[in-house]
C-alpha cells in the first residue's frame, strides 16, 4: 500500500494541505483515502441515536450503513490504541493513503510547516520527512516547497510513492 504522512505542529497547514492533495491527486485520477490522527477524545456518533444507544449497550462494532456511505464505530473500551498498521489494514484498497499525524511512524512524511507558531521544525531530527511545505524560505538539506503551491507538492509526493 502506497502511503504518505502529512506531519507538523497544531496550527501548522496540516489538514488544509491534505484537503488541497486529496482535491489534487483525485482529479488526476487516482483514488485515495485518508487517515487522520486525534490526540483527544472524538465521536462520531450522537445520544439517543440508535447507533449510540448499541455501543452504550457493550457492542464492540457497530456498523451504520446507508446507501450513501458507511461507518464502522469500533469501541476499544480497555485495549491500546491500535496501530497504524493495523488501521491500514481496515482500509479498501486504494492507490494512494494520505496520513494525517502519526509524526513518530516511519513512513515517509511532509511536514506543514507556519513560521508564525514559533514552533520548531521537526524535519532536521527525522528522517522520515522527506520534505517540507513552508510559508517562508529555509535552508534545508531535503526540498522546501511553498506551503500553498498544491501541485507541486502532489508532484513530488506521487513521485515518491511512484505514481507518476
Known amino acids: 500500500m502506497r502511503i504518505y504522512g502529512v506531519i507538523g505542529w497544531k496550527n501548522a497547514g496540516k489538514t488544509g494541505l491534505m484537503e488541497r492533495l486529496v482535491t489534487e491527486i483525485t482529479?488526476?485520477?487516482?483514488?485515495?483515502?485518508t487517515v487522520k490522527?486525534?490526540?483527544?477524545?472524538?465521536?462520531?456518533?450522537?445520544?439517543?441515536?440508535?447507533s449510540y444507544r448499541h455501543r452504550e449497550a457493550g457492542a464492540t462494532e457497530v456498523l451504520l450503513a446507508s446507501r450513501n456511505r458507511f461507518a464502522l464505530m469500533h469501541e476499544l473500551r480497555d485495549e491500546d490504541e491500535p496501530a497504524l498498521?493495523?488501521?491500514l489494514a481496515h482500509l479498501a484498497p486504494v492507490d494512494m493513503?494520505?496520513?494525517?499525524?502519526y509524526k513518530r511512524d516511519?513512513?515517509?512524511?511532509?511536514?506543514?510547516?507556519?513560521?508564525e507558531t514559533n514552533n520548531p521544525l521537526i524535519a532536521p531530527n527525522d528522517p522520515t520527512v522527506r520534505a517540507v511545505a513552508s510559508d517562508g524560505p529555509l535552508e534545508?538539506?531535503?526540498?522546501?516547497?511553498?506551503?500553498n503551491d498544491t501541485r507541486a507538492i502532489a508532484d513530488f509526493i506521487l513521485a515518491e510513492v511512484g505514481l507518476t
Do not use: N, Q
Open 140 to 147: 534545508l538539506d531535503r526540498p522546501v516547497f511553498d506551503l
Open 106 to 115: 516511519s513512513h515517509p512524511k511532509i511536514e506543514a510547516f507556519r513560521a
Open 37 to 50: 490522527h486525534a490526540h483527544h477524545s472524538f465521536d462520531v456518533d450522537h445520544p439517543g441515536r440508535d
Open 85 to 87: 498498521s493495523d488501521l
Open 27 to 33: 482529479a488526476r485520477g487516482y483514488r485515495v483515502s
Open 97 to 101: 493513503v494520505l496520513i494525517e499525524g
